[in-house]
């Protein structure tokens, strides 16, 4: 396994591959890895000939008061864990390296950039775009696995993707979870042993929204209620959202007969936990 560190180095590598006629598979990560990131490794290895893993921790999708300086760093870890799922290449860049002195070029995908996450966090899917993009640039890969965890920023991307004609196929992996059904998350190392306890709760409250529909209910206000009863049974949590949503526009729907995104967010301690579910339409 190669690990890169310059854009220019990665660049050559691309061309090297598409010279070759094998086709590339990008991973974007900030690294920190778990066993949810790996299952996207092997999500890419069965997708294309390359698998690419970059590790970048990106400073513009962090807000002034959130958590970019404490953010773990475990780049030799991360690459250990790499090799032995068989990636090709880890691309480790430098904030230098991506963000050059005088850059000012941002991608902002209008609309849905300011749903759901984007509405509590102000700016943030503005740095997921512009360094999705920029990575699009520079692996050039064929396809690119993100996780279901990470449903509004799937949405986000899948919009810019399609409105600026990339030609690179998203494809989106399941959540993995613990086997209490906490979503594995690189943020859960934050957590005291009474958060992560409390935690649960969001999970919880996707169930009892997946348990209402299989009877047949589908008034998104109802759905949403039941979610938030069961938020308000750990006083702990603080409920940052809690929506029923269209998948692709991020949009609020009276019903979920066309199927609905459940989305929740909320913190416990100083830790910003975020887990999703989705229905099938009926």
């Known amino acids: 396994m190669r690990v890169i560190r310059e854009i220019a180095d990665m660049q050559a590598a691309s061309r090297s591959a598409k010279t070759k006629g094998l086709t590339i598979a990008l991973v974007p990560t900030m690294g920190a890895l778990h066993a949810g990131h790996l299952s996207l490794v092997r999500q890419a290895r069965t997708e294309a000939?390359?698998?690419?893993?970059?590790?970048?921790?990106?400073?513009l999708q962090f807000g002034p008061s959130e958590d970019f300086g404490k953010y773990p760093r475990t780049l030799e870890a991360d690459c250990a864990l790499l090799a032995a799922e068989g990636a090709d290449i880890v691309f480790a860049p430098s904030t230098e390296q991506m963000y050059p002195p005088g850059a000012t070029t941002v991608?902002?995908?209008?609309?849905?950039?300011?749903?759901?996450?984007?509405?509590?966090?102000?700016?943030?899917?503005?740095?997921?775009?512009?360094?999705?993009?920029?990575?699009?640039?520079?692996?050039?890969?064929?396809?690119?696995?993100?996780?279901?965890?990470?449903?509004?920023?799937?949405?986000v991307l899948r919009r810019m993707v399609r409105d600026l004609n990339m030609p690179v196929s998203l494809i989106v992996a399941p959540i993995v979870r613990e086997a209490d059904g906490l979503a594995m998350s690189s943020r859960n190392a934050y957590l005291s042993a009474d958060e992560?306890?409390?935690?649960?709760?969001?999970?919880?409250?996707?169930?009892?929204?997946?348990?209402?529909?299989a009877?047949?209910?589908?008034?998104?206000?109802?759905?949403?209620?039941?979610?938030?009863?069961?938020?308000?049974?750990?006083?702990?949590?603080?409920?940052?959202?809690?929506?029923?949503v269209d998948p692709d526009t991020l949009e609020g729907c009276e019903d979920v007969k066309s199927g609905a995104l459940v989305a929740v967010a909320a913190s416990f301690g100083s830790t910003r936990l975020i887990d999703n579910l989705l229905l099938a339409a009926t």
């Open 107 to 155: 991608v902002f995908v209008e609309g849905l950039s300011e749903r759901l996450d984007g509405r509590s966090r102000p700016g943030h899917f503005r740095g997921v775009s512009t360094v999705v993009s920029k990575l699009f640039h520079i692996v050039s890969p064929d396809c690119a696995i993100f996780g279901q965890k990470d449903a509004a920023q799937v949405a």
């Open 196 to 213: 992560r306890r409390q935690a649960l709760v969001l999970h919880r409250a996707l169930e009892r929204v997946r348990s209402l529909a």
């Open 49 to 59: 000939d390359t698998v690419v893993v970059s590790i970048f921790v990106n400073p």
């Open 215 to 244: 009877t047949g209910e589908s008034s998104t206000a109802k759905l949403r209620q039941a979610a938030l009863d069961e938020i308000a049974t750990e006083p702990a949590a603080q409920l940052d959202y809690c929506e029923i």
